[in-house]
């Protein structure tokens, strides 16, 4: 299996790196999971590593919604394969002398994430660190082939779970000292993943998907480039939090942890799932021959817009 | 499955109170490793977090060495219940600005480790972080039955591969700003995972396992909390690396990733081992009917022993 063509930017510049230096020693890259077979199973794992100062402040959530926030993170890599849950394992650095009840907070938040989804905590491991360290690896079971970020095809539609730009509303207000708005804070807080969703847009015809974890307008870029395709945003069609300054924040919010998938006939699938799930699926752009994304307003393109980088 | 007894001691205080917290979402804890079924596979996970300032300095090691032995924790793991190794994830925090080769490094070193027990790189996350952050997640495949802590009975004797107290040695140098001994360094940064002589031992009748990470003295008592039996070690028989200062140093040398085990019939196994694997097994003990872990001189207790603590 050859690795996913991976997007422009510094953090795949990295793993392009990384995976020169080790190569045949490591599985393809670039996809929310990597998957391994064991027997006649195939299984999808993904680790995700939150740092205080660099994901989350301290001071923002309570010790139980930052465990639910870092296990919703990894559950999310394995909604974005369309997987089904089975456990992870979450390892806790934290500088408390006396960490006993603060990471059993920790791990009673992953713990309430781990079950919405139907999985268990197996493990991990506790050691000291000056700053709190979370790392969420989670394992799944592919129960059919996965939804990978590289089936995008000319002509499908681009569609998006739910609505944006609640995380970085709430982050916005962190950042200026501010109290965010109750329900753009609960976006950032307690997230979900979209599990069940995520099957059922497979079953529905959902040929690429991925999680909006860096924002949509480069999670858009991950999904062009893995399928080869250009991409289509359409500003005004985007769902915006009600929080959120506008579609521009919307489009560069990121930790969402909904879906953006491409789908070949997609209108009538959204009005089905929004009923079913409660949550709306938004038609926001298209698939087209070429490469890179490409935001518009009534057809014309729309410049300015930088892209979430991790590093 | 009923919990593994844990053995004293703040750590196991607290993985006591967060399985108390979480109750049934959890795996069983006390073991080196958590298993679960997949179809009719079982499977084992650990996940090991190193964080620098607390398990190492970064001038110590290479960034290979480091990555090397990050991924070497995890895989004892598997050892320690005889799994089959089949790939690990690696998250990295690293503070580098530009931080391509440098991780690279450490992938390359994490790299190598899997490779020679067996196992891909699935993958992993990099992030920023103030201080260097590794945590390894193994996941390996149960051929057989695992060898858990539990399992030593009352008149095995107990039995270490390899010289303990080289890592020990590494580290009093590096915190006395000494240049260590060759021997004791490479012991420090290049450790081995006992994965095949773990299988073997397993086959030779090995009742209980554990691998030596927090030290013989330490790991020893976990054996016997989770055996639910009296542990008793020759302080004489323990052998001691060229480089340690004697067997005080061996007992509480941590991070050996040497194997500890009850055999029922030793003695005959240890021959066959040392010549198959170059690498000696020794008899450093014996399991009798109590509690606790007694260390002996020429069957006199020797009192004085102090046990390695992670917080």
């Not at 199973?41 to 994901?55: K, P, R, Y």
């Not at 970020?149 to 739910?162: I, K, M, N, Q, S």
């Not at 395709?229 to 521009?248: F, K, M, N, Y």
């Amino acid at each position: 299996m050859p690795h996913t063509p991976l997007g422009p930017g510094p953090e795949f510049d990295i793993i392009r790196g990384i995976w020169n230096r080790i190569g045949g020693r490591a599985s393809p890259a670039g996809d929310d999971c990597a998957f391994f077979k064991v027997g006649r199973e195939q299984l999808a794992i993904s680790s995700d590593l939150s740092v205080e100062g660099t994901h989350f402040q301290v001071g923002w959530m309570s010790r139980e919604e930052t465990g639910w926030r870092a296990a919703t993170a990894g559950l999310s890599d394995l909604a974005a394969v369309a997987a089904t849950p089975l456990g992870m394992t979450v390892s806790v650095g934290t500088s408390d002398e006396q960490p006993d009840d603060h990471v059993a907070e920790l791990m009673k938040g992953a713990a309430d994430a781990a079950e919405a989804a139907g999985a268990m905590i197996w493990g991990g491991d506790i050691v000291r660190s000056e700053r709190l360290v979370l790392d969420v690896t989670v394992v799944g079971r592919m129960e059919k082939d996965p939804v990978t970020r590289g089936g995008a095809e000319v002509g499908d539609g681009l569609f998006v779970t739910g609505r944006l730009g609640g995380p970085a509303a709430a982050l916005g207000a962190w950042e200026d000292r501010r109290e965010p708005d109750a329900a753009a804070r609960d976006r950032f807080v307690k997230p979900v993943a979209r599990i069940a969703e995520a099957q059922w847009l497979r079953d529905a015809g959902a040929r690429a998907m991925i999680d909006v974890s860096d924002g949509l307008l480069a999670d858009t870029g991950h999904l062009a480039a893995a399928s080869n395709v250009a991409c289509v945003l359409d500003i005004d069609a985007i769902p915006v939090h009600p929080a959120a300054a506008g579609p521009e924040e919307a489009m560069t919010s990121g930790e969402e942890y909904e879906l953006l998938l491409a789908l070949p006939n997609g209108v009538a699938a959204a009005g089905e799932f929004s009923e079913r799930f409660g949550l709306s699926l938004t038609r926001v752009g298209r698939v087209e021959a070429g490469s890179g994304v490409r935001v518009e307003r009534n057809g014309t393109p729309v410049d300015g817009f930088a892209t979430f980088r991790h590093f």
